[in-house]
């Protein structure tokens, strides 16, 4: 009942599931955005604690060095400039030059910020100054400037007025952002991982396979919860052992009184009618038996190889040759596109028998018809599909995830005719065991429809258990 409960939960809330956002998604998302409120408040508090551009600050600095240099060499006595040049060019590292008529300036060398610069200077020092940034082949940054009606050169270097500008608040906005949204994705890393761990964790174990355990270091939540699950999956699978180890020895000790009782009927004094009659009862016994074996030898772990799947479907074919031959079955193989599957071939070979058995029991359109059966294999992503269709009477649309559960059956004439319910229920696990998954549908014109999903490498698929 549980099982069926969260069968339909899933399906009920599959749209709404994949609408939703994951957890490492929604972490990164939420600090990022209150990584871009934190920044856009402290760009838009520093844009308004400073309101002058670079371009107005720097013409204030350059106008200053002009008005120092003019009235330094306006007040020193002529003898003394060349020695006041020197002295400003190794001290402050600035020129000054005559201004000539030949001088070649170079409008290309200038650039933007030069240029930008130009109209704050010429309300500073004139409408006559001019700004270059190169000028004889000399790269710098060339201010003209008036002393008595001459014209002159005052020469700064580019790197001190390049450094000036300097990157904009808004490169570093883009700049912080960038590193804050990585520190953010690896937080979002951090905080994810336990929770992605477990889910994996929780698939493998729905799977039937024994998860790896997890890391019962870090913070005390999810160190707590890693111990309790890992004392989960133990516990589980301690009583999956026991489970099957039970199993395996009431079916050891059912099978051999079954054998004394076929040699006692063999030697006992009855008719032949009579004889057949407790022959097939304690083969259907058998087969039940046989069937609570296959159930409990599904936990323990797989051999992984290389599978011919139209080899194996047909050795599959010949051991239902006879009842083919005997006209009892119609059956039809087609491995279309599947050539490998990687798993355990006794596990394909057993699933595969189980929904012929089932469509060869109750696909027949009528009784004294035999059963028509068309099976179908096809490669998908990842793995095999099979269909098994028959054209019986069908199931009532309710009941086909019920078929899906251990010994459930539709009828009491399911039991008369040697089923115990559990044949579907070892395909359904061994469709989980390898990350697939088996459905059944009404066929369109009557019938059954078993389709098996098997991937390799026990692969999830989306969807699955």
Do not use: C
Not at 9 to 27: K, N, Q, V
Not at 171 to 182: D, I, K, M, Y
Not at 258 to 274: F, G, K
Not at 295 to 318: C, G, K, M, W
């Amino acid at each position: 009942m549980m099982r069926a409960a969260a069968q339909a939960s899933a399906a009920g809330s599959g749209p709404a599931r994949s609408a939703r956002i994951s957890l490492f998604w929604r972490t990164f998302l939420l600090l990022a955005l209150l990584i871009g409120a934190s920044l856009g408040a402290t760009l838009g508090i520093a844009e308004l604690l400073e309101r002058t551009p670079p371009e107005q600050r720097l013409a204030w600095e350059v106008a200053s060095v002009v008005n120092l240099t003019r009235s330094a060499l306006v007040s020193a006595e002529p003898q003394r400039r060349p020695a006041l040049l020197e002295e400003l060019a190794r001290e402050e590292d600035v020129g000054v030059l005559p201004k000539e008529p030949e001088d070649h300036i170079d409008d290309s060398a200038t650039g933007p910020r030069l240029r930008a610069l130009q109209p704050h200077l010429r309300q500073l020092l004139g409408a006559g100054t001019q700004v270059a940034g190169r000028v004889n082949d000399v790269d710098a940054v060339w201010v003209s400037f008036e002393i008595d009606g001459d014209d002159y050169w005052l020469i700064l270097p580019r790197a001190r007025v390049e450094r000036q500008f300097g990157p904009g608040l808004g490169l570093l906005g883009l700049t912080a952002a960038g590193l804050s949204l990585l520190g953010a994705l690896a937080i979002s890393r951090l905080v994810n991982r336990p929770l992605a761990d477990l889910s994996r964790a929780i698939a493998a174990l729905s799977r039937g396979k024994a998860p790896a355990p997890l890391a019962d270091e870090g913070p005390t939540e999810i160190a707590a919860l890693n111990r309790r699950f890992n004392r989960l999956a133990r516990e589980l699978a301690r009583l999956e052992e026991d489970r099957s180890l039970a199993l395996a020895g009431i079916s050891h000790d059912i099978r051999s009184p079954l054998a004394r009782l076929r040699m006692e009927i063999e030697l006992a004094d009855v008719n032949a009618a009579q004889r057949a009659s407790m022959a097939e009862d304690i083969e259907r016994i058998d087969r039940i038996v046989g069937q609570f074996i296959q159930y409990a030898r599904i936990a323990q772990p797989p051999r992984a190889e290389r599978v011919d799947v139209a080899a194996a479907l047909a050795s599959i074919d010949h051991a239902y040759r006879a009842a083919v031959e005997a006209g009892d079955l119609v059956l039809s193989i087609d491995t279309g596109d599947a050539r490998q599957w990687i798993g355990d071939p006794t596990d394909l070979h057993r699933a595969v028998s189980n929904l012929l058995d089932n469509a060869i029991r109750y696909g027949r359109s009528t009784a004294d018809q035999p059963a028509r059966v068309a099976l179908t294999a096809r490669a998908v992503d990842g793995g095999i599909a099979i269909t098994v269709r028959d054209h019986g009477a069908g199931v009532p649309d309710d009941a086909l995830e019920r078929l899906l559960q251990p010994f459930a059956r539709m009828d009491n004439e399911r039991s008369e005719r040697g089923g115990s319910g559990l044949g579907l229920a070892i395909v359904e696990r061994l469709a989980r065991r390898y990350g697939g998954q088996l459905s059944l549908v009404n066929a369109p014109g009557g019938g059954l429809e078993a389709s098996l999903i098997l991937l390799q490498d026990g692969t999830t698929m989306n969807g699955a258990a």
